[in-house]
């Protein structure tokens, strides 16, 4: 196993276009979360996925996000008709519980870094 | 509301000892976590706290204080190869948090590690 994996990298756009990026977790992680991070900044969450089931969203996520993980193996998150302030790198983690959840570590894919022209 | 403080920028010495401080302010708290993130990379975990204390790793050692809301990262004996982003992440009481495993990240600390 090799880890979170994201795909694409990058992805450059036209401000109107429609976006989809794919997250393949670590394959036992039931867990699966996005979070969207800008320069100079830390990651800000975005949503969650406990197995297929999206079980929080955050206000940041606005209607033009919808995420999906419908198998509750990788995930999509697609972003319609973009905007410049969607520019940002994109990271999916993903976890599984071990023992006691405090100590439950997120594992982070590469990211993928979104510009919008 | 969350709140999670760090320090923007640090400049330090190879070889020397470095220590990056952290306080928060949240509604809930069920650990404190350090991840270390190279540019264009992702973040990597390094240590957590979920008790009061010190927890040493190697040259990484992290300290949490829960009745100060503060936390600082020990790097000792500093290499080049340590020159990244040091993110301080909280993870919240499911009571307050929502998703139970969701962690709310400081803006990180740009160490950079000179000869």
């Known amino acids: 196993d090799t880890g979170v994996s994201q795909d694409p990298r990058h992805k450059i756009t036209k401000r109107g276009q429609n976006v989809t990026f794919r997250c393949d977790p670590i394959?036992?992680?039931?867990?699966l979360y996005w979070y969207r991070q800008t320069l100079g900044q830390g990651p800000e969450f975005l949503t969650y996925?406990?197995?297929?089931?999206?079980?929080?969203k955050s206000r940041l996520l606005s209607d033009r996000f919808s995420a999906e993980r419908p198998k509750g193996s990788f995930s999509t998150l697609e972003i319609q008709r973009t905007e410049q302030g969607d520019s940002a790198m994109y990271l999916c983690?993903?976890?599984?519980?071990?023992?006691?959840?405090?100590?439950?570590?997120?594992?982070f894919g590469s990211g993928t870094q979104l510009s919008v022209l | 509301g969350q709140n999670i403080d760090q320090p923007t920028e640090m400049t330090a010495t190879e070889g020397a000892i470095v220590q990056i401080n952290c306080t928060y302010q949240?509604?809930?708290?069920?650990?404190l976590f350090w991840y270390q993130q190279h540019a264009g990379e992702a973040p990597t975990f390094l240590s957590y706290n979920v008790l009061d204390g010190l927890e040493e790793k190697g040259r990484f050692s992290s300290f949490l204080s829960r009745s100060k809301g503060y936390s600082y990262l020990l790097l000792k004996e500093l290499q080049m190869k340590d020159s990244a982003s040091y993110l301080c992440?909280?993870?919240?009481?499911?009571?307050?948090?929502?998703?139970?495993?969701?962690?709310?990240f400081g803006t990180g600390t740009l160490l950079a590690v000179q000869p």
């Open positions: 996925f406990q197995n297929e089931a999206q079980l929080e």
């Open positions: 394959s036992e992680h039931n867990r």
């Open positions: 949240t509604s809930g708290f069920n650990g």
């Open positions: 983690a993903s976890s599984s519980r071990q023992g006691a959840e405090a100590n439950e570590k997120l594992f």
């Open positions: 992440a909280v993870r919240l009481s499911p009571l307050y948090g929502g998703a139970t495993n969701k962690l709310i």
